[in-house]
Structure formats: structure tokens, C-alpha cells
């Protein structure tokens, strides 16, 4: 079974500072960290593969050169092998460009599934994965919680769904996006972190994809961030001071009596 991972590079702070001038992120003086959402996706893959021998998974990335230690982090988990689309050209893509690019890619590919996060930590749209499955025609699996069972052919899966779960099965190849509740991800062991220190990832550019200019990097996406800015809280807040969690409560519950909240 040939697996794909789709894993982004994101800041590994929660603090993303956005420059409200330009309305790009501030990415000086951040560090980079694989996004924390998709390792559940790696982590899947790998359990998959240690079920069926034979199954290879490769970590897919669009992103700057830095993404290759993203990528490692990927292989430290359990991926065979890293692949990294990179080009000056790709840079200011929206979600539509970012998943066109990883298309194209994947055409060349064979693959069974395609694994994504349910989100990256810095975007946050939550449309690369799915956007890849659409632009690939195959079927597409959201905030999927569970597989139950994968033949050569087909996969059962659970998805989250609002007040419960459903039970769904399609055919493969599919795109799956998982949600953190699917499993527990490993930390890397020795073994596999000095494999992925030795792994050679593979590098490919625009010259070996041959993506035509007008789809891919900032002409190739039609949306634009006009505006990016912090909400300005203008009520004034009012801190009670207590000393036991119970004083903490009775104080709330008159203060909200007070003001006709709760009777
Ligand atoms: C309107 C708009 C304009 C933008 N303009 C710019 C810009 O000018 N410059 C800029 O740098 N960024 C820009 N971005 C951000 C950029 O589009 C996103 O970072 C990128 O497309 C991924 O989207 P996301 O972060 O929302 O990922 P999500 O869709 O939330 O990610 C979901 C999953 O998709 C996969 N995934 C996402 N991105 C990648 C990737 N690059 N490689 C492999 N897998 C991936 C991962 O599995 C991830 O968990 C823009 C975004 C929007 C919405």
C-alpha cells in the first residue's frame, strides 16, 4: 500500500504575530515545527503501515527550503522518505495554489491514500486536504476519528459529525483528513530519528514540475488577505480576587444576580 502525508511547516508558537501594515505573518525570530495537527495524520500512516507489510509513506511538503527539517520530523516518526516542492515561485500561494501545487505532484504519484491534518496551526482554513482531493477527483473522508478496516480496494471509516459519528466506506485511493481524537502520536524513537538525520529528501522546483506560472505562487491564487488585524476590546473588565474556589463562586453567581443574569 502506497501512503501519502500531506505535512506542513508552521511556527511553533501560538503567539503568531501578524504585521497589521502588510498583513503577512512575522515569521523573523520564529521558530518552525511540524504542524502539531498533523502528526495524527503521520501517526495513522504508521500504525497503517505496521499493520501491512510492505506499505510506504511519504511525507509531502510545499513550503520553504527550512520545511526539509519539517519533512524529518515526519520520517522520525515512522515515513520512509520526504518529498519537498520548493520554488520562489511557489511563495504567496492561497489554499487553492498550495493545493493545486501538491496536485500536480501527486499525478505523478501512485498512491492509495492521502492523509492531511484537519488544520494547520498558523492558516487555519482547513481547505488544503480537501482542496487536493477534489482537484484529484477522489473520494474525500473530513474529521475522520477512527478506520475500521482497510482492504486492497476499499476503507471504512468513522467521522465526527456534529452530536455523534458516522460510519462511512469508499473506495480507495481517498483523501482522509484526521482529527486529533484518532490517536495518540508516538514520540520519535532513536532509531528512526537517525534514519530520518541521514534521509535525503527529495527536492523538486518548478523546473521538474512544469506547473504552468498563472496556477501556481501568488498569480495563481485568486484570493488575497486584505486584511489582517487584532480585535480591539474596549469593555473593561473587573477582577475578583477570592481565596477558595467555592468564595469564587458565590461572588460570580451575585455578581451575575446582580446584573439580572441568573435569577
Ligand atoms: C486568502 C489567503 C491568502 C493567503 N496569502 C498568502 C500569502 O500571500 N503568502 C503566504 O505565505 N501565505 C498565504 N496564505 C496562507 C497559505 O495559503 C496557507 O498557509 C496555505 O495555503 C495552507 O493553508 P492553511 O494554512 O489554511 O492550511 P490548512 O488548509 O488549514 O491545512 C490543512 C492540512 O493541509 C495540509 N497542508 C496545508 N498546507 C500544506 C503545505 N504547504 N504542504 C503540504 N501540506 C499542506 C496539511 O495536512 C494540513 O494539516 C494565504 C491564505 C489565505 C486563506
Known sequence: MEICVLIKQVPSTDQVKIDEKTGTM???????????LDMYAVEEAVRIKEKNSGTKI???????????????????MGCDEGVLLTDRKFAGADTLATAYTITQFLKTKKFDIIFAGERATDGETGQVGPSVGAQLEIPILTYVNKITKITNENITVQRAIEGGNEVIQTTLPAL????KEINEPRLPNLENKLRAKKSKIKILT???????????????SPT???????PKISRQGEKIVVKTSQEGVEKILM???????VS
Open 26 to 36: 512575522i515569521r523573523s525570530d520564529l521558530e518552525s515545527e511540524l504542524n502539531p
Open 224 to 230: 488575497r488577505v486584505v486584511k489582517v488585524f487584532y
Open 255 to 261: 455578581y451575575l444576580r446582580e446584573k439580572g443574569v
Open 206 to 220: 518548478n523546473e521538474e514540475l512544469k506547473i504552468k506560472e498563472d496556477k501556481i505562487g501568488l498569480k495563481g
Open 176 to 179: 482522509i483528513t484526521v482529527v
Open 58 to 76: 511519504t511525507a509531502i511538503s510545499m513550503g520553504p527550503a527550512s520545511a526539509e527539517y519539517t519533512i524529518k520530523e515526519a520520517i522520525s
